[in-house]
């Protein structure tokens, strides 16, 4: 009788640490976020709120919406410069490119 429930003692463990090891790997493989993924994660939080066509609509024009190039930002942050001088112009570069 003593065998017996030892055996089945060892058969619970056995079989406890196989689901478990059965089920860490899946975890360790989950694939990463497209970059797609994320940004359809970031748009549909913004878009919270919006229903119906204005949500459509919004949805559309957030994930169409493509990151402006360090070039693009660039000129735009030269432009809005225009009249500062100095460190006036070097601290307003900086936060403006970094934005």
């Known amino acids: ?51 119906g066509d204005e949500r459509k609509a919004f949805m559309k024009e957030c994930l169409s919406a493509k990151k402006a190039s360090q070039t693009d930002k660039m000129k ?3 432009e809005q410069a225009k009249g500062k001088k100095g460190d006036e112009r070097k601290a307003f570069m900086k936060e403006c490119l970094s934005a």
């Open 76 to 78: 735009t942050c030269n």
């Open 1 to 51: 009788m003593k065998q017996i429930l030892i055996s089945l003692a060892l058969v619970a463990v056995s079989t406890g640490s196989w689901a478990q090891a059965a089920s860490a790997p899946e975890a360790a493989s989950a694939p990463a976020k497209t970059a797609q993924q994320e940004k359809m994660g970031r748009c549909n939080a913004e878009a919270a709120g919006k229903t």
